[in-house]
């Protein structure tokens, strides 16, 4: 299926007008989020109608608070993969900027809902806000409905553990390197996309040639050394020692990502890959020198080697 998407209000056409919508970051697309997309393809099927996603690039929070905002768990680009692979037929991707920041609650409804998505089924969280000052709740919603003509659907809550999903918990255990429980909130692995682009070759110095991935985020969810799968490659799957982090021991400062691909070797820049954390080995940390710094790499390798044979 061939999903739709749709960048600022400017592109929207007359063929959009009519759909069941949601409205959300969906940063991680986990358990939670995957749990409103159902609803909302059951909630499409019923009034014969496509799926939307509104989203915000950046995250609101990204816009009034940069230095505060949580880690990005996924770039736009892995979002919409994500969501194309659970069938959505169209994601609306809105800027979100003072102007956006400025529109009162109504306007909202009025000139994006109604106006321009022609929203007839709306989901939506208990504890949605949106508006100027986020002024606007799942009341002002159904108010708006009552006179504009289409349903409000408050969004199922999803509980793993005793726990309501969400991606601040998450992140939680990303940054803890609790890999195995991240993957059961995901309901999948977690991965890190991005193209291969050239590092300062300071692998090949260790004897161990690193692919460095571009990840494009002013943090990382994730840091530390990691036993991993790298796909996007041939062959399909190849088994990688991962390094997250602002390598302490040459004083780097940006985050990187640097894959050590087990038995193999070719040239692979500019591909674009997809790198699946399993373990995390350990955190990120200082050595005296270079020469400890290697003996860690070769003992990380081994220990590597080892669960991928297990």
């Not at 306007?107 to 709306?122: A, Q």
């Not at 006179?147 to 726990?163: A, K, L, P, Y």
Request: with cysteine.
């Amino acid at each position: 299926m061939t999903m739709e998407f749709i960048r600022n209000l400017h592109n929207f056409r007359d063929r959009h007008k009519g759909c069941v919508a949601t409205i959300g970051n969906f940063d991680g697309v986990h358990l939670g989020h995957q749990s409103i997309i159902n609803q909302l393809k059951t909630a499409a099927k019923v009034h014969g109608l496509p799926t939307v996603i509104v989203t915000f690039e950046p995250h609101p929070q990204e816009f009034f608070m940069p230095e505060k905002a949580p880690a990005r768990l996924m770039r736009l680009r892995e979002k919409l993969a994500c969501m194309k692979q659970y069938g959505i037929h169209r994601v609306v991707c809105l800027r979100f900027d003072q102007t956006l920041a400025n529109l009162s609650a109504e306007d909202f409804i009025r000139k994006i809902l109604v106006d321009k998505l022609g929203v007839r089924h709306l989901i939506v969280g208990d504890d949605f806000r949106f508006g100027k000052n986020r002024q606007g709740d799942i009341a002002t919603l159904k108010e708006f409905a009552r006179q504009s003509g289409f349903e409000v659907e408050h969004t199922d809550t999803c509980i793993v553990n005793g726990r309501r999903v969400s991606s601040t918990w998450l992140r939680e255990l990303l940054a803890t390197g609790k890999m195995t429980e991240a993957a059961e909130l995901l309901g999948r692995p977690y991965t890190i996309s991005g193209r291969v682009v050239h590092g300062d070759k300071r692998g090949q110095v260790l004897g161990y040639p690193t692919i460095n991935i571009n990840l494009h985020r002013h943090q990382s969810p994730v840091s530390g050394i990691f036993a991993a799968k790298v796909y996007g490659l041939e062959p399909a799957v190849i088994h990688a020692a991962v390094s997250i982090g602002s390598r302490p021991v040459f004083e780097g400062r940006d985050i990187n990502l640097e894959a050590h691909l087990l038995d193999f070797n070719q040239d692979v820049y500019g591909a674009y890959v997809t790198v699946e954390l399993l373990k995390q080995l350990r955190h990120e940390q200082m050595f005296d020198n270079i020469n400890d710094l290697k003996q860690q790499m070769n003992n990380d390798i081994e220990e590597i080697r080892k669960f991928f044979k297990n």
